[in-house]
């Protein structure tokens, strides 16, 4: 006989940790901004020797602006979702690039997957809906990984309501 708390941990028929794809990691970021640098400080040395100083400014200002664009680029490749399917429990955990959490857990049973597509492009968007709320999942997915993972998540999906 099991109770409601054995239930709750039963072993997930699926699970997916979902985050956005970043195609320059640590190592690519320093050796970018090292790259910038040094062209932007040979340029501006080359400005200064002819007479141009107030040119070697815009350099720095360049520099400064491209770090900060791809420190927020990577500083938004933290956040997250964590999407778990038994047959008793459908869970979703969001984690934002700040660390903050939020959780929403459906019965499978009475829960809805929703797929928008376009016909070009594929997936647009996805949803799980029931218990009157609905919570987006793989915002930040590019439309490859949403229609795989959307694949997947749809059998999870079906076989968790048969059994």
Do not use: C
Request: a positive charge; glycine letters at 10%; aromatic letters at 8%.
């Amino acid at each position: 006989m099991t109770g409601i708390g054995d239930m709750r941990n039963e072993a997930p028929l699926f699970e997916a940790m979902l985050t956005p794809h970043r195609s320059l990691g640590r190592r690519g970021f320093n050796v970018t901004m090292g790259l910038v640098a040094v062209v932007s400080l040979g340029s501006g040395i080359m400005f200064v020797a002819n007479g141009a100083w107030p040119v070697v400014g815009f350099f720095g200002l360049d520099v400064a602006l491209l770090w900060i664009a791809l420190s927020a680029s990577n500083r938004s490749a933290r956040a997250r979702e964590e999407v778990s399917v038994s047959r008793m429990e459908l869970a979703i955990r969001k984690i934002s690039a700040r660390g903050q959490v939020s959780e929403s857990r459906y019965n499978p049973s009475w829960t809805r997957f929703r797929v928008a597509r376009h016909e070009e492009i594929g997936v647009t968007r996805m949803s799980v809906s029931g218990e009157g709320r609905t919570t987006e999942i793989g915002a930040f997915l590019n439309p490859d990984d949403r229609e795989s993972f959307a694949a997947a998540f749809s059998r999870a999906l079906a076989d968790a309501k048969r059994g």
